[in-house]
């Protein structure tokens, strides 16, 4: 058996410039696993908490408290485990942290810990990180996942909390879905990527681009973005609907004031009714197949509309409503809103935890679907949970951008060596 023998973190940056964590967990044959944590801009309320800072430094944004949480109390309360324990591990950092929403020491502290911890067992395993993701979920409950290539979720144009633009909903996804490899759902989407970029040059309108990689025009409304990714499709050679669907990320939450949905690019402020309306109108004029917070967090009983006008046609998912937390999860199964999830480790803390969500959703037939962060880095761990837990889906941003591509290259590595592991 192998030993950790030490566990160190620094502070380091993300793909907005603000700092993050990155931790390392050594073992006594000197073999070392190393993660980085994501950080979100458009946050649901009940995540778990993100230790910041609360000096002049990085704007307030510093995690350097979190950093010494690492180096001081949770790194050596875990020496001398083996990693191979991710679930023994995880709950002691957990009680040592002690609260219900890891205020105490910072769910990136823990967090970055576990995930080091699981990538320094799987090199000891001597297999790769998705094989190893897939014993642990068969540890944890008996049942061993099919591995697969996820279909990727790509968001190209961005708006809302992601972009200085007037677009209200936030992410505006492509998904390659007639695509029969993921090398294939690669190549139609940066061929629809350049594509867009090409109509928004061509219309005089901003090629820059948001937090996600994907384009933030100016536009008057949001089926105008519909409209132009439709566009971009067929400049592409493809069939919208058929070759290539479209998923929105509403993040609702961010734009419900006092009861409404204020669309103020469009200048319109809408009830619950009125606005699942409007998203059943958009679903069923374009060839929309997945809505993520279609609805405010804390409006359930909108979610309960939107989930019965249109959650027998639409992937219906939840983002801030669940934030990846099994308790909150159930409690939407027993109301029946949505019918899917969105897993970002970083909501809930840590690796056991997510993986409770995840089978949470399978034994109720919500579908999974992995998830970056707004803020990102070169990590790409969470490439090899979507093939390891075989969840069928992910998204992790445009095809631009080192931050984002950086999870789909490793999922075309993967592909190229195993070819037993197909896109689901
Ligand atoms: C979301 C995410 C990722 P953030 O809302 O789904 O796209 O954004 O990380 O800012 O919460
Ligand atoms: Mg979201």
């Given at each position: 058996?192998?030993?950790?023998?030490?566990?160190?973190?620094i502070?380091?940056?993300?793909?907005?410039?603000?700092?993050?964590?990155?931790?390392k967990?050594?073992?006594?044959?000197?073999?070392?696993?190393?993660?980085?944590?994501?950080?979100?801009?458009?946050?649901?309320?009940?995540?778990?908490?993100?230790?910041?800072?609360?000096?002049?430094?990085?704007?307030?944004?510093?995690?350097?408290?979190?950093?010494?949480?690492?180096?001081?109390?949770?790194?050596?309360?875990?020496?001398?485990?083996?990693?191979?324990?991710?679930?023994?591990?995880?709950?002691?950092?957990?009680?040592?942290?002690?609260?219900?929403?890891?205020?105490?020491?910072?769910?990136?502290?823990?967090?970055?810990?576990?995930?080091?911890?699981?990538?320094?067992?799987?090199?000891?395993?001597?297999?790769?990180?998705?094989?190893?993701?897939?014993?642990?979920?068969?540890?944890?409950?008996?049942?061993?996942?099919?591995?697969?290539?996820?279909?990727?979720?790509?968001?190209?144009?961005?708006?809302?909390?992601?972009?200085?633009?007037?677009?209200?909903?936030?992410?505006?996804?492509?998904?390659?879905?007639?695509?029969?490899?993921?090398?294939?759902?690669?190549?139609?989407?940066?061929?629809?990527?350049?594509?867009?970029?090409?109509?928004?040059?061509?219309?005089?309108?901003?090629?820059?681009?948001?937090?996600?990689?994907?384009?933030?025009?100016?536009?008057?409304?949001?089926?105008?973005?519909?409209?132009?990714?439709?566009?971009?499709?067929?400049?592409?050679?493809l069939?919208?609907?058929?070759?290539?669907?479209?998923?929105l990320?509403?993040?609702?939450?961010?734009?419900?004031?006092?009861?409404?949905?204020?669309?103020?690019?469009?200048?319109?402020?809408?009830?619950?009714?009125?606005?699942?309306?409007?998203?059943?109108?958009?679903?069923?004029?374009?060839?929309?197949?997945?809505?993520?917070?279609?609805?405010?967090?804390?409006?359930?009983?909108?979610?309960?509309?939107?989930?019965?006008?249109?959650?027998?046609?639409?992937?219906?998912?939840?983002?801030?409503?669940?934030?990846?937390?099994?308790?909150?999860?159930s409690?939407?199964?027993k109301?029946?809103?949505?019918?899917?999830?969105?897993i970002?480790?970083?909501?809930?803390?840590?690796?056991?935890?997510?993986?409770?969500?995840?089978?949470?959703?399978?034994?109720?037939?919500?579908?999974?679907i992995?998830?970056?962060?707004?803020?990102?880095?070169?990590?790409?761990?969470?490439?090899?949970?979507?093939?390891?837990?075989?969840?069928?889906?992910?998204?992790?941003?445009?095809?631009?951008?080192?931050?984002?591509?950086?999870?789909?290259?490793?999922?075309?590595?993967?592909?190229?060596?195993?070819?037993?592991?197909?896109?689901?």
């Amino acid at each position: 058996m192998s030993k950790i023998v030490q566990v160190k973190a620094i502070q380091i940056f993300d793909s907005r410039g603000t700092p993050t964590i990155s931790c390392k967990v050594i073992l006594d044959n000197g073999m070392e696993g190393i993660a980085m944590v994501p950080s979100g801009a458009s946050t649901g309320s009940k995540e778990a908490l993100e230790l910041r800072d609360s000096e002049i430094k990085y704007h307030g944004k510093g995690v350097l408290n979190a950093v010494d949480n690492i180096n001081n109390i949770l790194g050596p309360l875990i020496v001398g485990n083996d990693p191979i324990q991710q679930e023994k591990i995880d709950q002691s950092l957990i009680d040592r942290d002690g609260t219900n929403d890891k205020s105490q020491l910072g769910a990136n502290s823990i967090l970055a810990i576990s995930i080091a911890v699981s990538r320094v067992a799987a090199s000891l395993k001597g297999i790769s990180l998705h094989e190893h993701f897939s014993d642990l979920y068969k540890d944890m409950t008996g049942e061993k996942p099919q591995q697969s290539l996820p279909m990727p979720m790509l968001n190209i144009l961005n708006g809302g909390e992601h972009a200085d633009n007037n677009i209200d909903i936030q992410e505006f996804m492509i998904i390659p879905s007639g695509a029969e490899s993921f090398t294939q759902a690669m190549q139609w989407s940066s061929e629809v990527y350049i594509n867009l970029k090409e109509i928004l040059h061509s219309m005089k309108l901003s090629t820059s681009v948001g937090d996600e990689g994907g384009f933030a025009p100016n536009l008057n409304s949001n089926e105008d973005a519909i409209k132009l990714i439709e566009e971009s499709i067929i400049k592409s050679d493809l069939k919208p609907g058929i070759d290539i669907n479209i998923a929105l990320d509403c993040a609702a939450s961010e734009f419900f004031k006092n009861g409404k949905y204020i669309l103020s690019g469009e200048g319109k402020e809408l009830s619950s009714d009125e606005f699942s309306d409007y998203l059943k109108n958009l679903i069923s004029k374009y060839p929309i197949t997945s809505i993520e917070d279609g609805m405010d967090e804390n409006d359930i009983d909108g979610w309960k509309l939107l989930t019965k006008k249109i959650g027998n046609k639409c992937q219906l998912v939840g983002d801030d409503l669940f934030v990846t937390n099994k308790e909150i999860l159930s409690k939407g199964i027993k109301e029946e809103i949505a019918n899917a999830i969105l897993i970002k480790f970083n909501q809930v803390g840590s690796l056991t935890e997510t993986i409770r969500a995840i089978e949470c959703a399978t034994s109720a037939a919500y579908k999974s679907i992995i998830s970056h962060r707004s803020g990102e880095t070169e990590d790409t761990t969470i490439a090899d949970l979507a093939v390891g837990l075989g969840v069928g889906q992910i998204k992790t941003g445009a095809p631009c951008r080192s931050d984002r591509v950086s999870k789909y290259n490793r999922l075309l590595w993967i592909e190229e060596e195993n070819n037993k592991i197909l896109l689901k």
